[in-house]
């Protein structure tokens, strides 16, 4: 597993994030929203997050949905390339930002100051998605395979998921490209210079309609988490109440998501423009898999289990308390002031 690229990013982010600041980021004033008629004061955050795809639907769902602005936030949603996550959010650039946890993970075991709030992905749905004359997985020996970044979940669990399943082991039966996007994995793969990809539906599907094959899917190998909301615990501790509004448009959004079937694929309809089969198909996937948890909770269970596989992989050298790495305490605010309205 090539972790340098995050660990080059880690060690120049804690030199310099001392010096960073936020500049004209939002006030903290705490507890004004959750009493009183007035409204809450107006604040600006930017959210990191990987791409507009169908996979990042809460944070779109949010958005245009009108939920950060019910919480008075304006919210400036800031598409960023994974490698560049982790600088971002050390350096301040962005306030929130929603990614693969193993990154933050061993960050953190390093010294560096974040925390995880809250959950996006709770299972990995990609789809492995190979060329028109490749039938079953054993034919990728030999071939080129297009993942994503070296560390994030998807490409760490489908590099497990090929050894074990299939007995193919990453850079000695087929050899790994990081793409670095799923647009770049798309564009490798309908060019012919990858035998197969990870893909996340429904962009799986579209390319199933243009004949290429689907061979098998991450969802159910191993249960962890596959992205989570981060911020640092300078910006957590200075302006809670603004964290804890964000949260809860995040549940508010996450709620609509799993109550309204139609309004998402109309929606998905719409911004991805999908056909309607596809759309009731992606959502029927998503809801199937749970990948999106309603409650925004990262589970323990599934957090200790990725960072036993992080061990295993010598990206850190052992499983740290779960609290050193998530405060729930700001989700289960939000969850109290849903309540209370």
């Known amino acids: 597993m090539t972790w340098q690229i995050f660990s080059l990013a880690i060690s120049w982010c804690l030199v310099t994030a001392a010096g960073c600041s936020l500049g004209a980021g939002p006030s903290s004033q705490a507890g004004t929203s959750a009493q009183g008629t007035q409204p809450p004061p107006l604040a600006e955050i930017r959210f990191g997050i990987g791409s507009e795809n169908y996979g990042w639907m809460p944070a779109l769902i949010a958005r245009d949905k009108g939920f950060?602005?019910?919480?008075?936030?304006?919210?400036?949603?800031?598409?960023?390339?994974?490698?560049?996550?982790?600088?971002?959010?050390?350096?301040?650039?962005?306030h929130i930002v929603s990614h693969s946890p193993d990154p933050f993970i061993a960050a953190v075991h390093k010294g560096a100051p974040l925390v995880l709030i809250g959950s996006m992905f709770d299972t990995t749905p990609y789809d492995l998605v190979a060329q028109k004359d490749i039938n079953q997985v054993s034919e990728l020996r030999g071939k080129?395979?297009?993942l994503l970044s070296p560390a994030t979940v998807g490409t760490i669990l489908t590099r497990e998921m090929l050894r074990e399943r299939y007995g193919l082991v990453a850079g000695t039966d087929f050899d790994v490209i990081n793409t670095g996007s799923s647009t770049a994995t798309v564009s490798q793969i309908e060019s012919g210079a990858i035998a197969a990809g990870i893909i996340i539906p429904p962009t799986s599907y579209q390319l199933r309609d243009k004949g290429f094959k689907i061979l098998t899917n991450t969802s159910g190998f191993m249960d962890v988490p596959v992205a989570a909301?981060?911020?640092?615990?300078?910006?957590?501790?200075?302006?809670?109440?603004?964290?804890v509004r964000f949260l809860k448009a995040w549940l508010a959004s996450l709620e609509w998501i799993h109550s309204n079937r139609e309004g998402?694929?109309?929606?998905?309809?719409?911004?991805?423009?999908?056909?309607?089969?596809?759309?009731?198909?992606a959502y029927d996937t998503y809801m199937k898999y749970s990948a999106w948890p309603r409650d925004g909770k990262i589970r323990r269970k599934g957090f200790e289990a990725l960072m036993g596989l992080m061990v295993s992989l010598k990206a850190i050298d052992n499983v740290m308390p779960f609290e050193r790495l998530v405060d729930p305490s700001y989700l289960d605010e939000a969850q109290r002031r849903m309540t209370e309205r």
């Open 68 to 94: 950060f602005e019910r919480e008075n936030l304006r919210v400036e949603i800031i598409n960023l390339r994974a490698e560049a996550m982790l600088p971002a959010i050390l350096a301040q650039e962005v």
């Open 144 to 146: 080129r395979v297009g």
């Open 264 to 281: 998402v694929v109309q929606y998905s309809m719409e911004k991805h423009k999908l056909s309607r089969e596809h759309a009731l198909e």
């Open 229 to 243: 909301l981060a911020t640092t615990t300078e910006y957590a501790a200075n302006h809670r109440d603004v964290v």
